[in-house]
């Protein structure tokens, strides 16, 4: 039976599911590009402010918070996966904050980091809790496999093009996702 996607056209498949049991099905080196927001392990009964209302920062048994010793094992499960899936020439770009990214810095240890991009949030949530700066900012890494003679693609001039004719920095400023766009 033919696997059904999430969505699919002529060049593009994003695929739904568990990455743990997603990957393991997916053929070895098919893969151009990896876009992956993998759990921040911030559910643990906090609270968080969203449109001026207190909520809680659970999101699921996905999030919740665990040790740094699973953390790092979950982290280098996933990103091993990947590394299969991943053409020689592939990228994967992976979205955190500081409650996950460096733990999954270290499991890259396969990759070469082409770019920490940083992403700068515009409208971020306030700190209710006043005792901490206000989390503006998520890390973007984007890396590919650390194989010498692969190149990977990067399009400079429709980057430029895209920036009104300047070089694309590693920062970029947008405001948080919109719920719409959270939804699916």
Known sequence: MRKKYYYEDKDFRLIQG???KVLKYIEAKSVDMIFADPPYFLSNDGISCSGGKMVSVNKGEWDKSISVEEKHKFNRKWIK???QVLKDDGTI???GTMHNIYSIGMALERFKIINNITW???NPPPNISCR???HS???ILW???NIKTAKHKFNYSLMRELNGGKQMKD???TPLTKPSEKKY
């Open 18 to 20: 568990d990455s743990l």
């Open 81 to 83: 996966l990947c590394y």
């Open 93 to 95: 770009w992976i979205s």
């Open 120 to 122: 700068k949030k515009l």
């Open 132 to 134: 901490f700066f206000v």
């Open 137 to 139: 900012t998520e890390t």
């Open 143 to 145: 890396a590919k496999k």
């Open 171 to 173: 920062v970029w400023e």
